[in-house]
């Protein structure tokens, strides 16, 4: 614990690459035009089985940028820990080819995600969906030193900038590629089903309100510091993951999950 303490404590004083979420879903313009207007999907959905109860993950990413099978596994696993989906949860790859770009702007996501993604929630089927796009450029927002590792910007919809993580992993004295990528999108993920305070209710209070919707607990995956990378990257060689504390699990649990 003191050993992923300092780890966290590290994060927070090096200079550091990050994984930006937004902070509130519904502030968000919904990039899906062809979801019906009058389907409006929240945390609960993808946690409950009430609305849904089956989940279909299209994970979209630009040839040679593909995320690893065992992420890919870890991901579904995540998931099947935390939602009640009886019908299943199956996560589809789909390649799609480079936009060319140098760097990706988020309206340049959210209009790739518009020509590409081919699966959309059905509520008359019980059928869930979301939508990962892993890019082959880095975010345009990008400032200085420290550079974004993915995005959660909808209510179904999430980026990862596989570039980056590639420069930042894999390589000797740097974590897996796997272990970099399970972090970003089990994170990602979790702004998605809400956490923290970001559609799923607190059922006590454990925001850190200074670094947006994120735990205030150093251990959690929800944690702002589990985003981050940087020269120190070396510390997750060991192939620490950070799971879920117990007030995030709380919180899915009165939302409808498990």
Request: charged share 20%; with cysteine.
């Amino acid at each position: 614990m003191k050993q992923l303490f300092k780890f966290f404590l590290l994060l927070a004083i090096g200079i550091a690459l990050f994984s930006r979420c937004e902070q509130d879903h519904s502030s968000l313009p919904d990039p899906d035009d062809q979801i019906p207007k009058e389907v409006v999907i929240k945390p609960n959905d993808f946690l409950s089985g009430e609305n849904y109860d089956r989940l279909i993950v299209e994970i979209a990413s630009v040839q040679g940028f593909e995320p690893t099978g065992e992420a890919l596994n870890n991901l579904k696993a995540f998931l099947e820990s935390r939602l009640n989906k009886n019908g299943g949860i199956e996560l589809v790859p789909a390649s799609i080819p480079s936009p060319g770009k140098v760097a990706y702007s988020l309206d340049d996501i959210k209009k790739i995600e518009q020509e590409y993604r081919t699966l959309f929630p059905d509520p008359e089927e019980k059928k869930l969906t979301a939508w990962f796009f892993f890019a082959d450029a880095d975010y345009a927002e990008n400032e200085g030193d420290s550079k974004v590792l993915g995005i959660a910007y909808g209510p179904t919809s999430m980026v990862i900038f596989e570039k980056t993580i590639g420069e930042f992993s894999g390589e000797r004295g740097q974590p897996s590629t796997t272990v970099l990528e399970t972090t970003v999108t089990e994170h990602e993920f979790g702004h998605i089903l809400g956490l923290v305070n970001n559609g799923t209710n607190m059922v006590v209070n454990h925001q850190d309100v200074t670094n947006g919707k994120h735990c205030n607990n150093q251990d959690c995956l929800m944690y702002w510091a589990a985003e981050h990378s940087g020269p120190f990257i070396n510390l997750l060689t060991g192939g620490i993951i950070p799971s879920l504390d117990q007030n995030c699990l709380n919180d899915l649990k009165n939302n409808g999950g498990k």
